[in-house]
């Protein structure tokens, strides 16, 4: 007694090709490991681009705290101007740190008038203090938490950041080292 299936492939040796199910049940398999490789990927890709914002962000805030701190730890306390109104500080050897537009420039007027800028997120702010009991510039920076909300009902929240600087610290460790 001879069986006869059609799945059974041995049984009937002329026979080529697929069923029309089995090619359903391998395009519908393959359609959900590529919808699910493709979510991964693009999750990759949105956390990648989240970190490499972080990075920069923070190679742009340790960029300006050098270059404030260097330029402020040798100014001497009474050359140092604080204009409020116009969020910025201006420094003897014509140096000026301007707030505006959600980033600082950093102007200098040397012999080749020298231009930095440091750019933060939209909706940052930043304001300038001065305490002359210690002799310590401050520059506070509001950076928003998120870059992009994800709702419009979303609260905004803010992130606080300070870069401290204290003047004349560079003359007086050299009176100490002498």
Excluded at 53 to 65: G, N
Excluded at 150 to 175: P, Q, W, Y
Aim: with cysteine; net charge positive; aromatic share 8%.
């Amino acid at each position: 007694m001879k069986r006869s299936s059609c799945n059974n492939r041995e049984a009937n040796p002329t026979r080529r090709g697929y069923t029309l199910i089995e090619m359903i049940v391998v395009i519908s398999l393959l359609g959900t490991v590529m919808s699910v490789l493709v979510s991964i990927l693009t999750f990759c890709m949105r956390t990648e681009r989240t970190f490499s914002a972080e990075a920069r962000k923070m190679q742009v805030i340790h960029s300006l705290a050098t270059d404030l701190r260097n330029d402020i730890h040798r100014q001497k306390w009474d050359q140092i101007k604080i204009d409020a109104r116009n969020h910025s500080l201006h420094l003897a050897g014509g140096i000026t740190y301007r707030w505006k537009d959600h980033r600082i420039w950093r102007e200098g007027n040397g012999k080749e008038k020298q231009q930095q800028t440091y750019w933060f997120p939209k909706n940052s702010e930043a304001t300038w203090s001065k305490d002359d009991a210690s002799k310590m510039i401050t520059l506070q920076i509001e950076l928003p938490a998120r870059i992009a909300a994800k709702s419009k009902n979303e609260r905004k929240t803010f992130r606080g950041l300070t870069i401290t600087a204290h003047a004349e610290k560079f003359a007086v460790m050299k009176k100490g080292e002498s």
